[in-house]
């Protein structure tokens, strides 16, 4: 029993009083989070980590499907770029790229860097280790595929 300040006693057990927690409950639906992509270009195999942002759902999305094959020309001799085919949802934001950048440019197309540029884009993701990766990438078209386990 408890006496209140009023003069009242209620009666109260240790499950009353007692602070609940919300219980934790594991949605069986629930996915590990994705936060990186395989991208293959010229035979070879990088490792790209994911930012976090809507088009990059909308893109684990795609690569979960079927890996995402896209042709891709060089630009300016420091970038190249392939139409992704769809629309995505952008974010754009004044950028300066760096090699291994991966961004979307007008929602549908996919950019990958081994120079720099300065730009508005919505990133997507950026190459982990860079060995190789302008030899890959070669001085004209190629073909890239982007993946998710």
Do not use: C
Request: glycine share 8%; proline share 1%.
């Amino acid at each position: 029993m408890v006496e209140q300040d009023d003069g009242l006693e209620v009666s109260t057990s240790k499950e009353e009083t007692k602070t609940m927690e919300p219980a934790e409950t594991i949605d069986e639906n629930t996915e590990e989070e994705i936060t990186k992509m395989t991208v293959t270009v010229g035979g070879k195999t990088f490792l790209a980590t994911l930012e976090e942002n809507d088009a990059v759902t909308e893109f684990i999305q795609m690569m979960k499907e079927n890996p995402v094959t896209i042709d891709m020309s060089d630009y300016s001799g420091f970038e190249k770029v392939g139409s992704l085919g769809r629309n995505l949802t952008t974010s754009n934001e004044q950028t300066t790229t760096t090699a291994g950048d991966i961004v979307l440019y007008n929602g549908n197309q996919i950019v990958i860097f081994y120079g720099s540029n300065s730009w508005s884009y919505t990133r997507l993701g950026k190459i982990d280790d860079l060995s190789g990766w302008e030899a890959a990438l070669g001085s004209g078209d190629v073909s890239v595929t982007f993946s998710v386990n």
